[in-house]
Structures are given as structure tokens and as C-alpha cells.
């Protein structure tokens, strides 16, 4: 989240060497080097490897991604980034052979409904035709085409929103799940001015949720089939592919991996600003002085650091709750695995009671991700309010995730092969209220020169989104636009 400061820059200190940072410290390199503006950057992170939550193991012809696999292709500045390194004709697509997900749902997998907007249902046809919702729950959903309502200005929950619009099975059933794919969080909880603002614009508009997005799909550009990609894109070798092209690009840029940053302080307004307003300690102990900080950490992480600084945006940002998560990557000879799969998976949704999340169907979605001959699946755990599973030992953990596998989809053999990845507190919640944090970020950060926070705790958790505002930032400290 940028603030609006205008004294020009020439130290930089960014501290986090995820995808956050690791954008911003490109973007600001090459408009220092765009403009000719000796920048002095510096890019500090506690951990020994680059990349953040972004995380490929190769390994025995499998790809197997430890945090996300692909990015959204719509969102410009993820596929605006691969292309600026090089790395266009390694986007891949997922399978357009085996497109299609599903929901569990009552004991089976159910088809999820076509003509999804927004993770809404908006093509009556399939709404009425799946089996997911029972013949009330289809019949509540049709009657917001005959009610109106317009937003009241409450920050309200998505499951309010969508429940009142199209009644609790809709919400329980098919947005929910699909929401907590995403967020690992609990639509009881999740802001939807904050995740999806969209939907509050479409009812504002025509005060019922269904005719919004009707009229939105009458008026959309006919879907181009023959586009050069489909919605999600990966990189032909994983995810770290992009860090791994990254990393070189960063010429001049002090890279220091496995350096923990203790704290950032504000030196002494009256020691002069030949060496910058910042001081950032590290646990080395050196010191670290900069005209700008960057902090492009956790909001909780970023917390600790500015504390010394101003208590009250340190309190606020500390506020952002985060769920944790983890993934299980489970490689089958493909003829242990009696499904089919023709789909990229399912997701389940929490009324079911289960601990799985969801679970990609990885070779099918991205068939060159496994050896001919072995199907390699993703499974979901942790989601807000139950995600102690985290913690759970491995052997625990595989048990749980074969057996959710032998429940669902019928597997009973052992897998060949096993990945486990833990990420504690790395999903942000947009609960109601995030936009009034938001704007009370803004104007802490107003107070203080150059103090910068960038991630996904803000506005996006997507890599598209988190590259996007790293490039914001640099774009503010060097301006290649006239004011």
C-alpha cells in the first residue's frame, strides 16, 4: 500500500523475498534504470530461499507445487511479468481435454454448474438442472430475479450477501466452497466489499443479484475459444521457474537471503539525511540505513518490525487475521486410481464436515506435471476457525489425506510417492471491516516518509495481484510518468 510522499529516494530497503518483494526490487530497478537514477537497493529475507510461499520440488518426473500452481491469465501483470523475463513460450494452460471441477457433496461429486460469474451461478439453465441444490433451494435462488434489493452500505459477510439473495443452499453448496478455495477462510467472516466488490456494484445497479448477472453475460464478449491461454496459466516448470528467472534479473540489487530483520526504526530527524530518515537492524547485527523501507512481509511480521515506530498502524496491521494451511502432493500409478479424472478436481464444502478443503487433479489439469502412467493429486487442509490440522505430525497428516482420497474418490492403494508442505499464517482474511484497516493503513503510512507496505494482506492475495502492487511502489519512488 503506497502513501504519498514526494521526496525522492536513493537507498532502498526492501524486507521480504517473496513474490511481493521480489517484483518490487525488478520494478524499481529498471525505472531507477529507466530514468537514469542511481538507486541503491537492498533486498533482505529471514528465510534461505527465495520465492516465498512459491515453492517447486522436481523430483522423479513429477512438478509438484508446495504453494500455488498457477496464476489467473486476465490479471495483466502476472503474464505481463513472465513475458519482460522471457519466459513466454514456457505458459502453460490447463487441459483444455479435461476441463470441468466438482463439488462433493451429500456422499458423491457432483458437476460443478456452468456459467459461473464471479463464483455466482448465473445462467438459470445449469443452476436448475445440478444436482447440488434440492428443488426449494433452486426455487429461493429464482426468486431474486423478482426481488429487488440495493446495498444498505454495511460492510456484510459473503454468506449474508449470497444467502440473501439466493437463499442458504446456493451459499452452503456452491459459493462457499469455492470462496474458501480460495481464501481457506469462512464466508461467515469474509468481506465481500473486500473479496469481490463486484457483486455490490451488480446489485447496486439492479438491485437483484440474478438480473445483474444476466444482464452482465448478455452484454460480455462472446468466450474466444481459440484463445493463446486459458484462465489459469503455470510455468512449463513450475511456479519457481519465475523466481529462478527473477533472481538473475536483479543485477546491482544487494541480495541477502537467510538475514533476519529484528526491527525498522526512524533515525533522528535532526542527524541529517545523507544516509536516510531508516535504520533497519538485522539480526546479524549490522544496521542498514535507507531514504525508503519497503516492508513486503506478513501483516502480522510487518507489525512487529514497525512497532517501535507507531504503535497504532503496527496494532492495525496485527489485526489482519491469517488461517494457515497446508498441501499434501500424493503420486498413484494411474491404475490404482479407479476415477476417471476427466476434471481438475473438487472442492468440498465445510457443512460437509470433512477435513479435506479441496483437491486438484494435477495431471489432469496439468498433465505435464507427472510421468506417463501415474496420476498425481493436490489435497487442501486448514481452513480459518480449523486449521490445527497444520500442526498434526506427517504420518498423521497421510493418513488423514489417503483416507480422505479412499472416501471420496475410491482409492485404496498406498501412494508411491508423497510431498507435505505446512504454511503457517500465510493466508490473509478480508473479514468485514478489512477496508476501514485499509484506510486507517493509509493514513498511518501518510505520517512517515517512504514507508511502504506491499503483499497480500492488502488489496488481492493473488501473485497477479501482489506483483501489481509492487510495481505500484515502484512506480511512486520513480516515477516514469510525469506527475
Not at 529471514?46 to 523430483?59: C, L, N, Q, Y
Not at 480460495?182 to 469481490?196: C, F, N, P, R, W
Request: hydrophobic fraction near 40%; aromatic fraction near 8%.
Amino acid at each position: 500500500m503506497p502513501a504519498h510522499n514526494t521526496t525522492p529516494a536513493r537507498t532502498v530497503v526492501i524486507v521480504g523475498g517473496g513474490i511481493s518483494g521480489l517484483a518490487t526490487a525488478y520494478y524499481l530497478q529498471h525505472h531507477a534504470r529507466t530514468l537514469e537514477r542511481p538507486l541503491d537497493i537492498y533486498l533482505v529475507d529471514a528465510s534461505s530461499r527465495w520465492g516465498g510461499v512459491i515453492h517447486t520440488v522436481r523430483e522423479k518426473g513429477f512438478i509438484v507445487e508446495g504453494g500455488p500452481d498457477s496464476i489467473l491469465s486476465y490479471k495483466p501483470a502476472g503474464i505481463a511479468l513472465w513475458q519482460s523475463l522471457g519466459l513466454t513460450e514456457d505458459i502453460v494452460g490447463t487441459s483444455r481435454e479435461h476441463a470441468g471441477s466438482f463439488i462433493y457433496s451429500r456422499g458423491s461429486l457432483h458437476p460443478l454448474p456452468e456459467g459461473l460469474t464471479l463464483m455466482i451461478p448465473a445462467r438459470l439453465g445449469p443452476l436448475f438442472r445440478t444436482s447440488l441444490i434440492s428443488w426449494p433451494g433452486k426455487v429461493r435462488a429464482g426468486l431474486d430475479l423478482i426481488w429487488t434489493r440495493h446495498p444498505d452500505g454495511r460492510d456484510i459477510s459473503v454468506a449474508e450477501f449470497v444467502s440473501t439473495h439466493l437463499g442458504r443452499e446456493v451459499f452452503e453448496r456452491i459459493v462457499e466452497p469455492l470462496f474458501a478455495g480460495i481464501y481457506g477462510g469462512d464466508a461467515q467472516q469474509l468481506s465481500v466489499a473486500a473479496t469481490y466488490p463486484q457483486l455490490l456494484e451488480i446489485t447496486r445497479a439492479h438491485g437483484s443479484l440474478l438480473r445483474g448477472l444476466l444482464a452482465r453475460r448478455r452484454h460480455a464478449p462472446a468466450r474466444d475459444r481459440t484463445a493463446r491461454w486459458t484462465p489459469f496459466v503455470t510455468l512449463r516448470h513450475g511456479l519457481t521457474q519465475m523466481i529462478e528467472a527473477l533472481l538473475p534479473a536483479l543485477k546491482g540489487v544487494h541480495l541477502r537471503a537467510g538475514t533476519p530483520v529484528t526491527q525498522v526504526r526512524l533515525r533522528d530527524r535532526h542527524a541529517g539525511t545523507a544516509t536516510g530518515p531508516w535504520e533497519v537492524h538485522l539480526a546479524t547485527g549490522e544496521r542498514l540505513s535507507a531514504h525508503a523501507v519497503i516492508l513486503a512481509t506478513p501483516a502480522h511480521v510487518s507489525a512487529q518490525l514497525i512497532d517501535a515506530v507507531d504503535p497504532d498502524l503496527a496494532h492495525t496491521l496485527d489485526a489482519i487475521p491469517y488461517a494457515s494451511t497446508l498441501t499434501v502432493s500424493l503420486a498413484y500409478p494411474r491404475d490404482d486410481v479407479p476415477h476417471p479424472l476427466k476434471g481438475y478436481g473438487f472442492v468440498v464444502p465445510r457443512v460437509e464436515g470433512r477435513a479435506l478443503l479441496a483437491c486438484t487433479w494435477t495431471s489432469s489439469k496439468f498433465p505435464h506435471r507427472a510421468p506417463a502412467g501415474y496420476a498425481l493429486f493436490r489435497c487442501f487442509f486448514g481452513r480459518a476457525g480449523a486449521d490445527e490440522v497444520v500442526s498434526l505430525p506427517d504420518k498423521a497428516i497421510l493418513a488423514l489425506a489417503t483416507e480422505e482420497l479412499r472416501a471420496i474418490m475410491g482409492i485404496t492403494a498406498r501412494p508411491e510417492h508423497t510431498w507435505i508442505f505446512r504454511w503457517q499464517r500465510a493466508l490473509p482474511q478480508y473479514v468485514i471491516g478489512h477496508q476501514d484497516r485499509l484506510a486507517h493503513i493509509q493514513a498511518r503510512l501518510a505520517e512517515w516518509p517512504h514507508l511502504y507496505l506491499v503483499g497480500n494482506a492488502y488489496s488481492g492475495v493473488g501473485i497477479p495481484d501482489c506483483i501489481a502492487a509492487g510495481h505500484r511502489v515502484a512506480e511512486q519512488l520513480c516515477p516514469t510518468r510525469p506527475e
